[in-house]
């Protein structure tokens, strides 16, 4: 597609509850990356693929999250459990390999009531 | 430990004025700056991006510096316009291993009014 797309752009999920968030990056970009953004803070780094394995998963909080990209492309990021303190907007980006200019998506913003 | 501080906190400034966010970083090892625009409710979008031995590089209105030796960058933006409004965040990037390691500030709120 022209950009990244994440889904859904919201939602809303009660306290203990599993969900999954989805990124499709840009055709052919190897290289992506999620970030957790809450309320007047900048992104934290969760995890960062390279193609289909996850090159650097020490952002991730707990056992809780995990993430996948099992053909290179689409990711999903899952969260078991849900907590309050979950909410947050997760941030999907995609890059050229690992080197350049990452593109975001607009995000999906969580809320754990 | 990786630090990217951006000052001020939040910038209201009149349409048509200059301004300029500031950005302090102690990061190892440098690989590059970038700065990201964010609005309310998307993604960052990247304005510049510079390595270590950039000074200075434009996009536009907006003009961002680099002292790789202060550790220290700016980012001017010249004859503001309403649609400046948004966050503007400073992400320095370490490379490790395969890839970058990018550490983000927490942004300067920027609100250009009328």
């Known amino acids: 597609g022209a950009g990244v797309s994440q889904t859904p752009s919201n939602k809303v999920t009660e306290k203990g509850k599993y969900v999954e968030l989805r990124c499709d990056p840009i055709s052919g970009h190897t290289a992506l990356y999620w970030y957790r953004q809450s309320l007047g803070q900048g992104p934290e780094f969760l995890i960062y693929?390279?193609?289909?394995?996850?090159?650097?998963d020490s952002g991730l909080p707990n056992d809780r999250f995990f993430a996948v990209r099992p053909e290179g492309s689409v990711s999903t990021l899952k969260i078991q459990r849900t907590e309050r303190g979950d909410s947050a907007v997760y941030l999907c980006?995609?890059?050229?390999?690992?080197?350049?200019?990452?593109?975001f998506g607009n995000g999906t913003r969580l809320t754990v009531t | 430990k990786n630090q990217v501080e951006q000052s001020p906190q939040s910038l209201i400034i009149l349409e048509g004025k200059n301004c300029t966010l500031q950005c302090n970083y102690t990061v190892s090892p440098f690989s590059n700056l970038r700065w990201y625009k964010q609005d309310t409710g998307r993604g960052p979008v990247s304005l510049t991006i510079?390595?270590?031995?950039?000074n200075t590089k434009s996009n536009g209105r907006y003009t961002a510096t680099l002292d790789a030796d202060t550790k220290q960058s700016s980012l001017h933006i010249t004859a503001s316009q309403l649609s400046d409004s948004a966050s503007y965040i400073c992400v320095v990037s370490s490379k490790r291993g395969g890839g970058n390691k990018l550490t983000f500030g927490t942004g300067t709120q920027l609100k250009v009014e009328l």
């Open positions: 510079m390595t270590f031995s950039e």
């Open positions: 693929f390279q193609g289909t394995g996850a090159a650097d």
């Open positions: 980006a995609s890059s050229f390999a690992g080197e350049g200019t990452l593109h």
